[in-house]
């Protein structure tokens, strides 16, 4: 499976953005997929991921505030970012595993959000 992230940019703090995760080449609802983020000079973290059976985890700094969610017609996951921080300033990047597999091991590039204060 290929994945194309995108929907990030340059919003003021308190609003919102929705980052988008578009699979190509094999079917996306097969698979779990994760949303990281990684802060210049801070480790990847996992941001929020839902499973094949559309179970999901959101990390405790976004909760209440990010949501994840999949539309399987168009083949793509969603990451609605609302009430945005400054300190959610990152590159995302969405991954996917099939179910069965421990690790995340199809990834799409990263896409900027910048939270100014």
């Known amino acids: 499976v290929q994945l194309q992230a995108s929907g990030g940019g340059l919003v003021q703090a308190g609003g919102s953005l929705r980052l988008s995760c578009a699979a190509s080449g094999s079917t996306l609802r097969l698979y779990n997929v994760g949303w990281y983020r990684q802060a210049p000079g801070k480790e990847r973290e996992l941001v929020a991921r839902i499973k094949s059976d559309d179970s999901t985890e959101l990390a405790d700094p976004v909760q209440g505030r990010f949501t994840i969610s999949r539309d399987n017609a168009k083949n793509t996951v969603y990451l609605q970012m609302n009430s945005l921080k400054p300190e959610d300033t990152a590159i995302y990047y969405c991954?996917?595993?099939?179910?069965?597999?421990?690790?995340?091991?199809?990834w799409g590039q990263g896409t900027q959000v910048t939270v100014s204060s």
């Open positions: 991954a996917a595993r099939r179910p069965m597999s421990r690790d995340y091991n199809y």
